[in-house]
């Protein structure tokens, strides 16, 4: 099974009644690599994650998680967890006035026999994971750090170590860098890098073309629900990649002018 994509879509179309989000999209996201998704808002970005981390099911097509065929009668957040697949939204589902700890198990605490919660185990993982894993070194931040003393990035920086442990082997950022200050930016673009040299893979969606176009192997791009690029990084300059996606954005304004 290590020569399967984590991931594969084939066909995939979403329909809201007489909306299509999607059409007939196919792709790969292989293991141990970082795919930039981009698009514009209402491209298709959000749909096409929500099909793979179980939040909807598609109209058409297939998904197969390790060459195996999802039922979508039985696909769930949960079921995408337990396949290692995890998502990190834009406001990360921390606890502010919790402990690093208590949000690193948050839903899914350690527990003896009896139910209680493993403390001083939770704890010496939360520091394995803040010290190795996603490499926290400020002073004055230990595991009982409440979050809500942590600046943007190293909340970001809790939300990616906490999928990272649950032995997730796909991460899904959805804008993580969203109204961060640019020392902020860098730290989580830091923990993004964190993700494959942990031998996990990552999709990262982003506004900021430069932001995509340093830390990812891939570009996936999106229009109006159809894939309309997907190829190495190192194929396509930066300067290449925003022609590109200014001469579609061209073509898009032109097709809407002549529609109406």
Same mark, same amino acid.
């Given at each position: 099974?290590?020569?399967?994509?984590?991931?594969?879509?084939?066909?995939?179309?979403?329909?809201?009644?007489?909306?299509?989000?999607?059409? *007939?999209?196919?792709?790969?996201?292989?293991?141990?690599?970082?795919?930039?998704?981009?698009?514009?808002?209402?491209?298709?970005?959000?749909?096409?994650?929500?099909?793979?981390?179980?939040?909807?099911?598609?109209?058409?097509?297939?998904?197969?998680?390790?060459?195996?065929?999802?039922?979508?009668?039985?696909?769930?957040?949960?079921?995408?967890?337990?396949?290692?697949?995890?998502?990190?939204?834009?406001?990360?589902?921390?606890?502010?006035?919790?402990?690093?700890?208590?949000?690193?198990?948050?839903?899914?605490?350690?527990?003896?026999?009896?139910?209680?919660?493993?403390?001083?185990?939770?704890?010496?993982?939360?520091?394995?994971?803040?010290?190795?894993?996603?490499?926290?070194?400020?002073?004055?931040? *230990?595991?009982?750090?409440?979050?809500?003393?942590?600046?943007?990035?190293?909340?970001?920086?809790?939300?990616?170590?906490?999928?990272?442990?649950?032995?997730?082997?796909?991460?899904?950022?959805?804008?993580?860098?969203?109204?961060?200050?640019?020392?902020?930016?860098?730290?989580?673009?830091?923990?993004?890098?964190?993700?494959?040299?942990?031998?996990?893979?990552?999709?990262?969606?982003?506004?900021?073309?430069?932001?995509?176009?340093?830390?990812?192997?891939?570009?996936?791009?999106?229009?109006?629900?159809?894939?309309?690029?997907?190829?190495?990084?190192?194929?396509?300059?930066?300067?290449?990649?925003?022609?590109?996606?200014?001469?579609?954005?061209?073509? *898009?304004?032109?097709?809407?002018?002549?529609?109406?």
């Amino acid at each position: 099974m290590a020569d399967q994509p984590i991931v594969r879509l084939k066909n995939v179309g979403k329909s809201y009644g007489p909306v299509v989000s999607l059409r *007939d999209v196919s792709l790969e996201i292989g293991s141990n690599e970082i795919v930039g998704l981009i698009g514009d808002n209402g491209a298709g970005k959000s749909t096409l994650i929500k099909i793979m981390t179980g939040v909807e099911s598609p109209t058409s097509g297939e998904v197969f998680i390790r060459g195996e065929r999802v039922d979508f009668s039985n696909y769930s957040v949960k079921r995408a967890h337990e396949l290692r697949i995890e998502t990190v939204y834009q406001t990360s589902s921390l606890g502010i006035k919790q402990p690093l700890w208590r949000n690193f198990f948050v839903g899914r605490p350690l527990t003896n026999f009896l139910g209680f919660i493993k403390v001083r185990e939770q704890k010496r993982i939360s520091e394995q994971i803040m010290r190795e894993t996603i490499g926290f070194r400020s002073a004055g931040i *230990d595991v009982d750090t409440p979050v809500g003393r942590l600046s943007g990035g190293e909340r970001q920086g809790v939300a990616i170590g906490r999928a990272m442990h649950f032995d997730s082997d796909l991460i899904v950022l959805d804008e993580p860098t969203v109204a961060l200050a640019l020392s902020e930016v860098e730290k989580v673009l830091n923990f993004i890098r964190s993700i494959k040299e942990n031998g996990r893979s990552c999709i990262y969606i982003e506004h900021n073309i430069h932001h995509v176009h340093a830390v990812c192997d891939r570009l996936i791009v999106l229009d109006r629900g159809q894939l309309v690029l997907d190829c190495e990084t190192k194929s396509m300059s930066y300067t290449e990649l925003v022609d590109f996606l200014r001469d579609l954005h061209f073509r *898009d304004d032109q097709e809407t002018k002549i529609a109406s």
